[in-house]
């Protein structure tokens, strides 16, 4: 099984402030990485796909990139609707697995 | 859009199908996902199901214990959830991938408790 960890755990900041978010993947997934938000009581929401696509209707402050096992998701100036729960997710190997999450709050 | 339903109480060892309706897609031309959350934690992914039903993948964490299907002419995928443990309590969702997961439904909660 692939174990994607990200890093950090939390990330404290500031509306407009820089966010950059890591996910290590044990072994290589290529570009097969997905990033996802999920605000409380919500689904998540699928913000990039194949490490560095952004989904339909996502923002241009979101970006990715990377490949093969280390991966970052951008944003390049937080909005408050940005404070939330980022997942990464691979989808190279069987079981698909998720990163255990990296919360983005007010600082 | 995904609906799922089919949650709700149930004792440890007993059993739950899960029910996942999709519309506003051609959902026969879809594999589907179910994930689960538990309160509290992260996303963890449970099983995956081929457009036509052909192949199926499964957690390890719930192999033998769980089976997917799908009805294509209902739109609807199910999980049908055995020998249920402490440890399944969680919202189940359901999920269509398309590079990455872009549909998800908001989820039913299956609490296993006594």
């Known amino acids: 099984e692939i174990v994607l960890t990200q890093s950090p755990a939390t990330l404290s900041l500031s509306p407009g402030d820089r966010a950059t978010l890591s996910c290590r993947a044990s072994?290589?997934?290529?570009?097969?990485l997905a990033w996802y938000q999920q605000r409380p009581g919500q689904a998540p929401r699928l913000l990039i796909y194949?490490?560095?696509n952004r989904a339909t209707g996502i923002p241009a402050r979101f970006s990715g990139s990377g490949s093969g096992t280390d991966f970052t998701l951008t944003i390049s100036s937080l909005e408050p609707a940005d404070f939330a729960v980022y997942y990464c997710?691979?989808?190279?190997?069987?079981?698909?697995?998720f990163g255990q999450g990296t919360r983005v709050d007010f600082k | 859009q995904l609906v799922e339903s089919g949650g709700g109480v149930v004792q440890p060892g007993g059993s739950l199908r899960l029910s996942c309706t999709a519309s506003?897609?051609?959902?026969?031309?879809?594999?589907m996902h179910w994930v689960r959350q538990a309160p509290g934690k992260g996303l963890e992914w449970v099983a995956f199901i081929q457009y036509d039903g052909a192949i199926k993948y499964y957690a390890d964490s719930v192999k033998g214990r769980f089976s997917i299907s799908r009805d294509n002419s209902q739109n609807t995928v199910y999980l049908q959830m055995n020998s249920l443990r402490g440890e399944d309590t969680a919202v189940y969702s359901c999920?269509?991938?398309?590079?990455?997961?872009?549909?998800w439904g908001k989820g039913t909660a299956v609490t296993v408790s006594s």
């Open positions: 997710q691979q989808r190279s190997n069987w079981p698909q697995t």
């Open positions: 999920a269509r991938p398309s590079g990455g997961y872009d549909v």
């Open positions: 506003g897609f051609s959902f026969r031309n879809y594999g």
């Open positions: 072994q290589s997934v290529s570009f097969y």
């Open positions: 194949d490490a560095s």
